[in-house]
């Protein structure tokens, strides 16, 4: 490389402009990257993020703009032509084969057909320089989500990139596990290779990124030098205004509240050769409180969730108890009739069926519960009453929409999350058990839903809250237990419980573990 | 090297969802005339006589509601099944089990008569046709077999079975070893509808009332709803606590039901006794009629009509012109192909991909695969 060349950045992009329709996703957007920094790309969801680094990546083309490499226009028309240029990605979505080893893995996105043994050997040697070891024979079936994640670093590495671009790469990993993650970037850049560090996490931001290019919806809306910045002031750039802090008043009394869910002993086999066994699970949500469970994504999150709402049945009825009752052998709608409310991690398809109406939504989970007014005699559908409803809870959670009765994937994640929340809310369950209430939703709405949640036990609910978010679990909950590979352990008090405490516990270390089994009594 | 690819709309047109059948006739019609005409006859003559003389007279659009009458009862209970993404093929056979079930107090309890005979008749029949349809619906079910394979298959063991019925135990005595059974009694006659004006008979009747019930089920009712949530995401369906192994028996059986009253109300009414055949593939025919009434009741009333008259036009063009009447297939074949086809172009479009320029990443490992296999 040239001196000339050292002078010019990396990477610069003018005006690039991207439209789906009669969105535009992004907007003129201008963005410089050094050589041998790391620059966050900061905004909410829907901010255009994803959109610009697939623009850059090859995925899509833009309409318009232009992008520079080391000062010379070019035209990122497929991912094979940003690899050959020295771009690399690792994406959120790890796309690896379980069945395959990660050697294999890693074979299968180089081109060259160089022999599986060598390649392995070169990943091998390349994972222990960075500080990423990682066996190449083992079967990525049976790896971590950590694990998985340094099979696409290194596979990305293996290309020699000189730009590096990272979408959300902490949302899966321990807090032990991203301080690592952090080292490694750190000796990227002292190597002069340059990253794009796509995150909403601000305090991480602050700590490792140089420069911050700050989306809101479509429009760059400044640059800054995070470590300048603080959390919030990153954050009203991004969101446009204060987020509401959510509050949580202490509650008294709590220790003689009554338990309204009570799961005890429930073990779970594993149903498919890639799914987290249950192991003896236990744990008491009492009326008033709001639980949190922790832990690193697939570690038996899913699982320990269709067991507690009846879409996998157990065999031992007193597993799960809901209000002082076997519950253990009731379908969904049994428990439901008791008492419970119950929101997955996935909205569309899950939560809420895609093609329908919010209004037939509604019915998908309240059909049984509100049998009376929702459903007349013979079976017939009283549409009105659904409707009237259905507009109720689309007011209460301020639920943005661009029709009365639109279909539920018309919705942005964020909005059809609160109207899913809102649709369990307005029944006023004694028992609430949410999986990941805020997944993907903008910091608006997530403070919305929180706050919800917080008052929904402080009025006498027993609320459950899954989350892979620490910062939300530590925000609403009154005691966090972790979900460590199907086991669940004791529930820390808040007052006692710190982020290095519970990342250990994601981790797999057991302080706990002796006393977790005690937790029934 | 090009290569083809779907890519899904982001938006369906709802102008052109509605247009789809028409446009799926049309083209029919174009399809249908070039193939007249490569038969040697003037397409328009042909298409005369195809479409328009078989309904020109008042008996003969008696025979169309004849025709179209099966075909609408099929047609409705398995649009049920297709909404809940359970794809009953073996309406044939629920048909022919229908009618043999229907036909049990006539053929062998000929004696017996009066205005309780026809009743039992009919719900011996939708008995008949809902138990061959609970066949596959068990296997399914318990085994996780596929519906269609099971289903289908099961129509040539019930086209076997009525042969052998009416070749063997249940043959009319003094029938001259013809393979039929006696004729049924007056009691046991689906009665015509208007007989000074034409043959058509209540199963016309049968048909419009199970539409249109089956239209309130399906748009208004809980059931309906069960029905559409676990056709279309089964997930969210179980989330709603809706079982998918009671959709599987509720729509099997309700199809089964409606093809075995189709069935009986054939053999009683159109036929009046068994023979080695009862139905010229009603139960296949109302395959299409289904999807193209859109799965909807009250379109497929509409559909059942046009379908019958492909029945009708290919027996006239057989004796008028001469051409098989096997032609009534070939109408059938191509309709249901334009709609499926307009019907995939309305949801996705076609993408023409250079593979050399623009490679996706999944494209990209595919042809790694066998790289990988040569390395090791």
Redesign the interface.
């Given at each position: 490389m040239s001196a000339n060349q050292d002078a010019t950045n990396l990477l610069e992009v003018r005006g690039l402009t991207k439209i789906?329709?009669t969105l535009t996703a992004c907007d003129h957007i201008d963005l410089d990257i050094a050589r041998g920094e790391i620059h966050a790309l900061l905004g909410e969801n829907g901010a255009g993020k994803s959109t610009l680094v697939k623009m850059l990546f090859g995925?899509l083309e833009p309409n318009s703009g232009e992008i520079f490499w080391n000062g010379q226009a070019v035209r990122i028309?497929?991912?094979?032509v940003a690899k050959k240029l020295g771009i690399g990605m690792v994406f959120q979505h790890f796309?690896l084969f379980e069945a395959l080893t990660a050697a294999?893995n890693i074979?299968?996105?180089?081109?060259d057909?160089?022999?599986?043994s060598s390649i392995a050997a070169k990943a091998r040697a390349l994972s222990y320089s960075y500080g990423l070891p990682l066996d190449p024979e083992s079967l990525v079936g049976d790896l971590s989500v950590g694990e998985r994640q340094r099979i696409e670093i290194i596979r990305c590495l293996l290309q020699t990139p000189q730009l590096i671009i990272l979408d959300e790469p902490t949302s899966v990993l321990t807090p032990q596990e991203a301080d690592k993650l952090f080292q490694t970037l750190e000796r990227l850049r002292s190597e002069g290779k340059s990253i794009l560090y796509i995150s909403h996490r601000l305090e991480e931001v602050k700590r490792i990124c140089d420069r911050a290019t700050v989306l809101r919806h479509g429009k760059v809306v400044g640059h800054c030098n995070p470590r300048e910045e603080t959390a919030s002031s990153l954050a009203r750039m991004m969101v446009g205004n204060e987020v509401q802090a959510v509050v949580r008043a202490p509650v008294d009394g709590i220790e003689t509240a009554q338990p309204l869910l009570e799961i005890r002993n429930l073990s779970r086999k594993p149903a498919t050769p890639f799914s987290i066994p249950l192991k003896g699970i236990s744990l008491n949500v009492r009326a008033g409180e709001v639980i949190g469970i922790a832990g690193v994504a697939g570690n038996g999150q899913g699982e320990f969730f269709e067991s507690v709402?009846g879409?996998v049945l157990q065999q031992d009825a007193a597993s799960v108890r809901i209000r002082g009752k076997d519950a253990g052998g009731l379908?969904?709608?049994g428990r439901?009739l008791l008492g419970a409310a119950?929101v997955?991690e996935?909205r569309l398809?899950?939560?809420?069926?895609?093609?329908?109406k919010l209004s037939?939504n509604l019915?998908?989970?309240r059909?049984?519960t509100d049998g009376k007014a929702f459903?007349g005699t013979?079976?017939?559908?009283k549409?009105g009453a659904i409707y009237a409803a259905a507009q109720r809870i689309i007011e209460a959670m301020d639920v943005r929409k661009s029709a009365p009765d639109p279909e539920a994937a018309a919705l942005s994640g964020g909005n059809l999350q609160k109207f899913i929340v809102g649709r369990e809310l307005d029944r006023r369950p004694s028992v609430m058990v949410v999986n990941q209430p805020t997944w993907g939703v903008d910091a608006g709405a997530a403070a919305h839903i929180r706050q919800a949640l917080i008052e929904l036990s402080r009025s006498g609910s027993a609320v459950l809250v899954i989350s892979q978010d620490l910062d939300e679990l530590f925000e609403i909950s009154d005691a966090i237990a972790v979900m460590h590979n199907g086991e669940l352990s004791k529930p820390l008090p808040i007052a006692e419980a710190t982020f290095e405490k519970v990342g250990l516990l994601m981790g797999g270390a057991e302080p706990g573990h002796a006393e977790h089994t005690l937790e029934t009594a | 090297m090009m290569r083809l690819e779907l890519v899904k709309r982001?938006?369906r047109s709802v102008l052109f969802s509605a247009l789809s059948p028409f446009l799926a006739f049309a083209l029919t019609i174009i399809a249908g005339a070039i193939m007249f005409a490569l038969l040697g006859v003037n397409p328009l003559t042909a298409f005369r006589i195809y479409f328009i003389e078989p309904v020109s007279q008042v008996w003969q659009l008696h025979e169309l509601a004849i025709k179209a009458a099966p075909l609408i009862l099929i047609a409705v209970g398995l649009s049920v099944c297709y909404k809940a993404n359970i794809w009953n093929i073996g309406a044939e056979g629920q048909f022919i089990l229908g009618g043999i079930a229907g036909s049990i107090i006539p053929v062998l309890f000929p004696q017996f008569e009066g205005p309780l005979v026809l009743p039992l008749m009919l719900l011996l029949g939708m008995v008949g046709g809902a138990a061959y349809a609970a066949i596959p619906a068990l296997l399914k079910t318990r085994f996780g077999t596929n519906e269609i394979l099971t289903s289908l298959m099961l129509v040539y063991v019930a086209q076997l079975f009525l042969d052998w019925l009416v070749r063997g135990p249940w043959r009319d005595p003094q029938g001259h070893g013809f393979p039929q059974t006696i004729q049924f009694n007056d009691s046991a006659v689906l009665p015509e509808l208007m007989p000074d004006a034409g043959r058509a008979n209540w199963g016309f009747v049968f048909a419009l009332i199970a539409a249109v019930l089956v239209w309130i089920l399906m748009s208004?009712?809980?059931?309906g709803?069960e029905v559409?949530?676990l056709g279309?995401?089964p997930?969210?369906?179980?989330?709603?606590?809706f079982?998918l192994n009671r959709m599987v028996f509720f729509a099997f059986l309700l199809s089964g039901a409606l093809a075995g009253l189709a069935g009986i109300s054939e053999v009683s009414g159109a036929i009046g006794q068994l023979q080695p055949v009862i139905s010229p593939g009603y139960g296949f025919t109302a395959i299409i009629v289904a999807f193209l009434g859109r799965l909807n009741p009250l379109g497929i009333v509409a559909a059942g009509l046009v379908l019958a008259l492909t029945y009708l036009g290919g027996e006239a063009v057989q004796s008028a012109l001469g051409i098989s009447d096997k032609v009534a297939r070939v109408f059938q074949g191509m309709l249901l192909f334009f709609v499926l086809g307009c019907d995939t172009l309305i949801h996705y479009r076609i993408r023409l991909i250079g593979l050399a320029?623009?490679?996706?990443?999944s494209a990209?490992?595919l042809e790694?695969?066998p790289?990988?296999k040569?390395?090791?």
């Open positions: 789906f329709g995925s028309s497929s991912p094979g796309s294999e074979a299968l996105s180089l081109d057909g160089s022999p599986i709402s879409e379908t969904i709608t439901r119950f997955p996935e398809g899950h939560g809420a069926a895609p093609r329908m037939e019915l998908l989970s059909h049984a459903v013979g079976g017939m559908v549409s | 982001p938006q208004r009712m809980l059931k709803f559409r949530v279309s995401s997930r969210a369906g179980r989330f709603a606590g079982g320029l623009t490679k996706p990443e990209a490992k790694a695969a790289k990988l040569e390395a090791r």
